[in-house]
Structures are given as C-alpha cells and as structure tokens.
C-alpha cells in the first residue's frame, strides 16, 4: 500500500523566512497531492493542493511542487508569520483507493 | 452546512468499557473517513465508506475496533472492550469523491481517554 514519508519532523524559524517541508510516496499510481494545516488543538483543514498533471502550484505565501519522476512534493512557504505555526501534514492516495495516506506530520515554529 | 458534526468532544472512561463515537458527514458528500491521531503515530486511517459502503477496514487494529454506516448522514465507530492504548483523538472526515481529487473536511474530532 501507500507509503508516505515526511521531513523534517520540527522546523523552527524566524518571521519573514522561507520554510520547506519534504514528502515522499511509494505508489507511483498516486496522482493527487494535498497539504493539510493543523494548528494546536484544532483539526486538519486543506490549504492547497496539486494534481499529477502539474508541477507547481502557488496561492499567495504557499506553493507545492511536484516531481513524479522521483516521487517527491514539497510545501513551500515564504515570508513566514508567527501564525503559521501548526503541524502540517502531506497526504497521497491510499494505493488503489480513494482513502487519503498522511505523513507523519512537520511541526512549524516561526518566531518573532 | 454545519460541517463534520462528530460526537462526543470527549470522552473519558474505564478499560474494559464499550465506547462509540459518532460522526454526521456533509450533507452531500459520498465518502467517510475515521482517523486516528496520536503522538507516536500520527493521522492514521482506520476504514472508509463509499456511499455507505466500507470499502477498507485494514486500518482497524483489530476485533475490538468497529465501524458502521448505515446511511448516508450517519455513522459510528465502536470500541469494545477499551484499553488504554485506544486513548487518541479520533477524527471522522468526509469528502466529495470526484476523479483525481479527494477534499477532505475533518470533524473537530473526539478525544478518547481509556484509564
């Protein structure tokens, strides 16, 4: 089944700073690639996403790309804020299936 | 719409009681998910339902974990008996399935605590 593997766990940096989180996946079938936002004590809510026939996508700070060939995406997030800071998982499909396989998660800590 | 309405917020109990956690999906929506998220392991997948129908319990740890859906504005997961290792926070999501994309939207979730 689906493997998804997330890097780094904890990611700390200063406002205004650029941060990047990593994901890779096993299922070379997989062809939808969210990113979810969770902030502390609160649920998982989607803040972008990208398809298989894209390789970059962006909304305001945020951006994912995408490299199929090697199986890998990436959030990116620029000119960060202290309100950022939240776990932010990335997800891919469940092998087969229409069942959403997260990451283990990042912890993003921006101080000011 | 109010959203994934999921029930209780929180729930303490003893091991070896039965616990069931329910979940209202979006009106609309054709999927539903439980997940359950701890520390250790993460957002993990327990079943899914299509159209009420479950479509992969692999997730589940094992006989003591159950789900149900019997329509489309319902569902529940039951434990029986608890432990304590069962004590995580569990999400219900549900989602409009449509190809090459699967917007999930996360109850507030129920936090389980088997002492």
């Known amino acids: 089944g689906e493997n998804v593997e997330q890097h780094p766990s904890t990611l700390s940096v200063q406002e205004g700073d650029s941060a990047v989180i990593k994901c890779t996946y096993s299922?070379?079938?997989?062809?939808?690639f969210p990113w979810y936002k969770q902030e502390l004590g609160k649920r998982p809510q989607l803040i972008i996403d990208?398809?298989?026939?894209?390789g970059e996508k962006k909304d305001q700070r945020i951006a994912v790309t995408l490299n199929k060939t090697a199986k890998h995406f990436s959030l990116h997030i620029t000119e960060t804020q202290p309100e950022d800071s939240a776990v932010y998982f990335c997800?891919?499909?469940?092998?087969?299936?229409?069942?959403?396989?997260f990451g283990k998660g990042t912890t993003l800590s921006v101080s000011s | 719409d109010a959203g994934v309405i999921q029930s209780p917020r929180h729930e303490v109990t003893e091991m070896g009681q039965e616990v069931t956690l329910r979940c209202k999906p979006i009106?609309?929506?054709?999927?539903l998910f439980w997940y359950r998220q701890t520390m250790m392991r993460g957002l993990e997948l327990l079943i899914y339902?299509?159209?009420?129908?479950?479509?992969?319990d692999s997730g589940m740890p094992e006989d003591r974990f159950s789900a149900k859906m019997p329509n489309a504005s319902f569902s529940t997961l039951k434990i029986q008996p608890s432990e304590p290792r069962d004590s995580a926070v569990y999400f219900c999501?549900?989602?409009?399935?449509?190809?090459?994309?699967?917007?999930?939207?996360f109850g507030a979730g129920s936090r389980l605590t088997v002492l």
């Open positions: 999501a549900s989602s409009l399935w449509s190809s090459g994309a699967n917007v999930l939207t």
């Open positions: 299922d070379s079938a997989s062809n939808y």
């Open positions: 990208i398809r298989s026939n894209v």
């Open positions: 997800a891919a499909f469940r092998q087969a299936g229409t069942a959403l396989i």
């Open positions: 009106s609309g929506h054709n999927s």
């Open positions: 339902f299509n159209n009420n129908v479950p479509i992969d």
